[in-house]
């Protein structure tokens, strides 16, 4: 692994907090404190190689310290899809403000933006590490995994790990604490990566709709992880997901209904949240507990 270290920096437009991001849980992510040091570390987009970033905001915009080898401009615009500082957040806020639900979401933490998956690949990856077992344990294996198969970073003084690449992952034959059959799953899910299926452009290309159809053809892959993968790891900023409860319930609560909305009321409620839809149900399951404490973030 190349020792290689470079900077640059990502400018912010908007209110942005990268405690508020890096802070979140989302996936294997779960820190429960923040030294103003976001830990990266992944596979690049071209999956040609592993990297690791710390993240620091200053006033206008987020430096970043790359430990590895890779395309800067490509890895920075992987970081900003990740941190969601690809965005205007001037546009978010005015967008917050004509909503009295989300200004008052907005206004409990104004810097507040998704974290996302680094890459379809990893996203799908780990639905397949999570699935059927708590996200503490599928955490634990992912990091066992990646430390054992991946590449590990030395960032601020905290050693992060990557995910094996997917020529990598495809050389495993068993992975401890992971049943047999989801080895073959990982293996689909490497030969896809290493064809380009999963890659953001592609997806991105296609209506959301289609694009959740193609990552359901992945083995293990059913609707609610189809739409993490394509939403949440591409980055995409207005997709109203409608297979998971959390943001539906947080609906439910924050705007006061007797009921649970199904797909149509949720639609039309998120009418008012475009071109934010996923930040806006993000937000509302995020940061809505903070107003009231009957909404799970879980």
């Known amino acids: 692994m190349s020792t290689t270290t470079r900077t640059t920096m990502l400018p912010l437009t908007g209110p942005y907090d990268l405690r508020e991001v890096a802070l979140m849980g ?25 990297v ?18 890779g395309d ?44 996302n998956f680094y890459s379809p690949y990893e996203a799908a990856v780990w639905a397949t590490l999570s699935a ?36 990598q992952l495809l050389a495993l034959d068993a992975v401890p604490g992971l049943p047999a059959d989801r ?7 490497a030969r896809a990566a290493l064809d380009g299926l999963l890659d953001v452009s592609r997806l991105t290309a296609l209506s959301p709709e289609e694009a959740m159809a193609e990552v ?5 892959i059913g609707p609610f992880y189809s739409a993490l993968i394509v939403i949440r790891a591409c980055g995409l900023t207005d997709v109203l997901s409608t297979q998971e409860d959390h943001s539906r319930a947080a609906v439910e609560a924050l705007y006061g209904l007797d009921h649970t909305p199904d797909d149509a009321e949720l639609a ?31």
Do not use: N, Y
């Not at 905001?57 to 080898?69: C, N, Y």
């Not at 359901?216 to 293990?220: E, T």
């Not at 409620?269 to 973030?297: H, K, M, Q, Y």
């Open 216 to 220: 359901q053809r992945l083995p293990g």
């Open 268 to 298: 039309r409620i998120a009418e008012g949240w475009r071109p934010f839809r996923t930040w806006a149900a993000v937000s509302l399951r995020a940061v809505g507990s903070r107003l009231d404490p009957a909404i799970t973030t879980a």
């Open 132 to 167: 059927r077992r708590s996200r503490r344990q599928g955490i634990g294996l992912r990091q066992r995994l990646s430390l054992a198969h991946g590449a590990a970073f030395e960032l601020a003084g905290r050693t992060e790990a990557a995910l094996p690449l997917p020529d």
């Open 183 to 189: 080895v073959p799953r990982l293996h689909a899910i």
């Open 52 to 69: 690791g970033v710390e993240v620091r905001q200053r006033s206008g915009a987020l430096d970043l310290t790359i430990h590895g080898d």
């Open 72 to 115: 800067l401009d490509e890895i920075a615009a992987q970081v900003a899809r990740v941190v969601s500082a690809d965005h205007d957040g001037d546009a978010w806020a005015a967008v917050c403000a004509s909503d009295p639900v989300l200004a008052r979401v907005h206004a409990a933490a104004p810097g507040f933006r998704p974290s």
């Open 26 to 50: 989302f996936g294997h992510r779960d820190e429960s404190a923040f030294d103003g040091v976001m830990r990266l570390a992944f596979c690049t987009d071209r999956l040609d190689g592993q």
